[in-house]
């Protein structure tokens, strides 16, 4: 991990959603007196997993990101939560989908033995973006088929 390296990760999973709900929040959710912010986590907001340290520790930020928002813009009827998605494929890990092996054990590992599909998320993000979360904020909104309920070990890592 470089420096570089560190700093995009950064940049992209934690300095950019501080910086856009800021702006977002101070152009027209505070004059307007409402607003809804779901920022993205990720199970890693709540569980480590070897080999994504940068990577988990953005994702644990931005849970504490969510909650102090919450905290400072509740007065102006501003929700802050955070959605946060188990292990779905994407274009960032999709190599390690890739391996049938991996994909067998990381099933293996999720109790309802699938990985996320990109409609599972619907749901959440309707919910967190609505008036049905009017008295919900600050909090971390796990859609991940189970993997955080603790009865996980640990996932392998991918072979280079």
């Known amino acids: ?58 994702r644990g930020g931005i849970k504490q990101l969510t909650m102090s928002l919450a905290d400072d813009w509740g007065v102006h009827g501003i929700t802050v939560n955070c959605l946060a998605p188990g292990w779905f494929k994407t274009e960032q890990n999709k190599v390690m989908y890739e391996d049938p092996g991996w994909v067998s054990y990381l099933t293996d590992r999720i109790p309802l033995k699938r990985p996320g599909q990109p409609g599972d998320l619907d749901g959440a993000v309707v919910f967190l973006a609505s008036e049905a979360s009017a008295y919900v904020t600050g909090q971390i909104l796990l859609v991940d088929g189970g993997i955080s309920t603790g009865a996980v070990r640990a996932l392998p890592q991918r072979k280079s």
């Open 1 to 58: 991990m470089t420096w570089d390296d560190w700093n995009l990760i950064l940049d992209t999973n934690l300095r950019g959603p501080f910086f856009v709900a800021q702006a977002i929040a101070r152009r027209s959710m505070i004059p307007n007196r409402y607003g809804r912010i779901v920022n993205i986590g990720s199970v890693t907001s709540v569980a480590g997993y070897a080999g994504l340290g940068p990577y988990s520790a953005s």
